[in-house]
């Protein structure tokens, strides 16, 4: 299977269109990805889409504020959002985005439901395949663990020297815990290592761009 099948795979899941197939997700809601392009070198892996995404039907538009005003300055130390196109442009470039749960799950009264395993299951490792990137990014304690079967700490504290084996390659991996202002207090928490988790990300990328 090449990259492009699975993709259309994906944005034609069988639960769209099974009322009795249950995946978590919102009723509404339908899958994103970003495209996927030779020139990618890094893989990254959020929880799921937020509603602007699913909202606005693209994970990369600059009203997409975790798209613009998280991961855009996480990746690039240079970010600046009235540059954005210029930056979304070296993003498409570098980055193939995909989710642990590749549609919004819905809310609560608490925010967002949590993800599902079901589509992580049925997609994650093939597009990791496919992919075959150089470093892998990994946020939030879902495609954590799912990937390197630690707890998020535990894959933090090996960021710098961790890796995983994908078709007899070493894929370096990061791991950052989720972004979101919601998750703040894990963020201030020096274990975390929030701030130099980044540092690391911006550097790496950086070098990739480089190369």
């Not at 809310?107 to 993800?115: A, D, F, I, M, R």
């Amino acid at each position: 299977m090449e990259i492009q099948e699975l993709l259309e795979s994906i944005h034609n899941c069988p639960y769209l269109a099974d009322e009795k197939l249950h995946c978590g997700r919102d009723n509404f809601a339908h899958p994103h990805t970003t495209a996927a392009k030779d020139s990618q070198k890094i893989m990254l892996v959020t929880r799921d889409p937020s509603n602007q995404a699913n909202r606005l039907k693209s994970v990369l538009d600059i009203e997409n504020s975790f798209f613009s005003g998280k991961i855009l300055p996480i990746l690039f130390n240079e970010y600046d959002i009235n540059e954005f196109e210029t930056f979304r442009k070296r993003f498409e470039k570098l980055v193939y985005w995909t989710h642990y749960q590749k549609c919004f799950p819905g809310v609560t009264t608490n925010g967002h439901k949590q993800p599902t395993k079901t589509c992580a299951d049925r997609y994650l490792t093939k597009e990791l395949e496919l992919i075959n990137p150089d470093l892998l990014i990994l946020v939030g304690s879902h495609s954590i663990e799912f990937f390197t079967g630690n707890k998020q700490l535990q894959a933090i504290e090996r960021n710098g020297h961790n890796s995983i084996e994908v078709k007899g390659q070493s894929v370096k991996v990061i791991s950052l815990t989720h972004p979101s202002n919601a998750n703040n207090k894990a963020k201030n928490d020096p274990q975390y290592k929030f701030t130099e988790t980044k540092s690391l990300i911006k550097d790496s990328v950086r070098d990739l761009e480089t190369i």
